[in-house]
């Protein structure tokens, strides 16, 4: 069995997906567990490989490469309480302040996970109902913390070893036009619609499932087309429609990502989650173009006519040019610009902030 085949085969098991767990006879494990890694899912396939053992499913994966990983999955689960305690602790900072703590994404999505500590989480984002500018200028009086204003739509800054992301927006609204109906959106829902829960003591507030269902697709598509995404982004909505479907307000949602144009995008998605992630089909809503499925499909492993980064100000800047235009097919399926309106909108908005060439 191929490495890809393995990977797919145990992220469905890792998902208590129903799979089909065909022989894993001629399988390069070290291939998969640095596939599953660098695609955020290093622990869900290695849960699917206990799905394996637990069903006497004949697997076998050479000693050296099974410690590893089983070393690299306790080091997820402690990254992951570390982080939590960090959520916390900030929520506190805020919280001394009069000030309310928003967690995006991570966190959130993580819950949704059989076991929520198998989720990767990396940078912390978060968002304070306005108070950004007052927030971030008590990080840096009282903290002492360096804050970075040369992001578009988001401070950055370093707590207790991680990466915050304090937004004012959601979306980078200087990187295409289309992007400010969306923001408009999340901005209304995000101060109506909200819940709190307890983390360490402190109260966090996540966002509404309506915020999250276009907000997390949006984030997906906009990677997607600027530098492509992985496995593990897929399965956040997979599970996230797992756990939400009959909650979304689909009269809202649909006609936004249609005029949007992340249609083609959104059934892609649903496509990879019910045909080799094993979902249910019936979760999904979308406009049944199933056209672009195989092609994003093969797109998350093998990213078509994709450029390294190059070394030098002039090389770096035309391999970026070049990966643009080469990969202009997702730009089509995740945005209503022009591609002529996009470089005019994204050059300007470099020129207002040029740091953001190299972020």
Known sequence: MNSLTALIELARFGLGNPSDCNPFSDTNWETVFKLAFQHGVGAIVFD????????????????????????????AEVEYQKQLDTIASLAKFYQKHGIRMMVLKGYGLSLNYLKPNHRPCSDLDIYLFGEQKRAD???????????DNSHHHHTVFVYQGLTVENHYDFLNVYSHR???????????????EYRSIKIGGAEIYLPSTNFDALFVLRHMAVEFAATGMNLRQVIDW???MKNYHSVVRWHEFLPIVKGANMHYFLDAINYICY?????????FHGFGDDSYGERVFADLFNPENTLPKQKGFVKYIASRLQNW???RWRHRIVYSDSLLSTFVYQTYAHLLKPATLHH
Do not use: A
């Open 275 to 283: 045909t080799y992630l094993g979902f249910d089909r019936k979760i």
């Open 325 to 327: 235009w080469r990969n």
């Open 238 to 240: 997979g599970l996230f």
């Open 178 to 192: 289309s992007t400010r109906m969306i923001e408009e959106y999340l901005k209304e829902v995000s101060h109506s």
């Open 137 to 147: 200028r008590l990080v840096e009086e009282e903290l002492g913390i360096k804050v």
């Open 48 to 75: 699917g490989i206990q799905c394996c053992y637990d069903k006497n499913i004949p697997i076998q994966i050479d000693t050296q490469t099974k410690l590893e990983w089983i070393g690299s999955v306790h080091q």
